[in-house]
């Protein structure tokens, strides 16, 4: 990570961008017109800032671009953070953008029987088996975990499990496949990540811009 290269952010692609790119905004970054095409191919775009190139990449690659070092900055899911759990990220600042909330959910009509406190052997399909198992074994729980990375919410209709971990918005996939909320593991939000590298080795320029974040989130705040 040389001290005069450009600095990359990493931002995620899809349904979440909409929600940090007014952020981006007030934080003063303006990509290249590129960057809004939906149909263009390129994954690393210039800016307004000469010293800084922005690269849209899947939500879950956030923590290891900015975990190696091949992203300087990134803005991540909490739950991203804490599935990987990298000593090399350094998460300074909540963006209270892309509010959501990781929970444990299952069959509607098994529910109203069904006591979470009471199980010890279960198992989850889900896209997030570190946080399941940590939070399973935090109280005892052995927690089977089947990892899928789509369609999470189809797994107990198919008989594959009867509960699954999945983030949730409304909850309007959930109640479409017939599923209900029984235990909700965290509240989840947007997160600044930071390499903790290069803010050892370019402590100004990286401390300067989670400034511009944090300013940026608190006009936001005011408005």
Wanted: aromatic content about 6%; proline content about 5%.
């Amino acid at each position: 990570m040389l001290a005069n290269e450009k600095l990359i952010l990493a931002v995620p692609r899809g349904r979440i961008l909409k929600d940090v790119m007014p952020l981006i905004a007030r934080a003063g970054i303006v990509p290249e017109a590129a960057f809004n095409d939906d149909d263009s191919r390129e994954l690393r775009f210039a800016t307004n800032i000469p010293n800084l190139d922005i690269v849209r990449v899947r939500s879950f690659d956030i923590s290891t671009y900015v975990g190696f070092g091949a992203a300087h900055i990134g803005i991540a899911g909490a739950d991203v953070l804490m599935e990987f759990e990298s000593r090399e990220i350094y998460a300074p600042l909540d963006l209270h953008v892309g509010h959501c909330r990781l929970v444990v959910a299952e069959p509607a009509e098994i529910a109203p029987e069904d006591h979470p406190k009471q199980w010890s052997h279960i198992r989850v399909a889900t896209k997030y088996p570190e946080i399941t198992r940590r939070h399973f074994a935090a109280r005892g729980v052995h927690a089977e975990c089947i990892k899928l990375n789509g369609a999470i919410e189809i797994a107990p209709a198919l008989g594959l499990c009867q509960r699954i971990v999945d983030l949730v918005s409304s909850g309007a996939t959930l109640k479409a496949n017939g599923l209900v909320e029984v235990e909700q593991i965290a509240a989840i939000t947007s997160r600044l990540a930071v390499n903790r590298t290069a803010l050892k080795t370019r402590p100004d320029e990286i401390g300067s811009w989670i400034e511009r974040f944090r300013e940026a989130v608190d006009a936001g705040a005011a408005r």
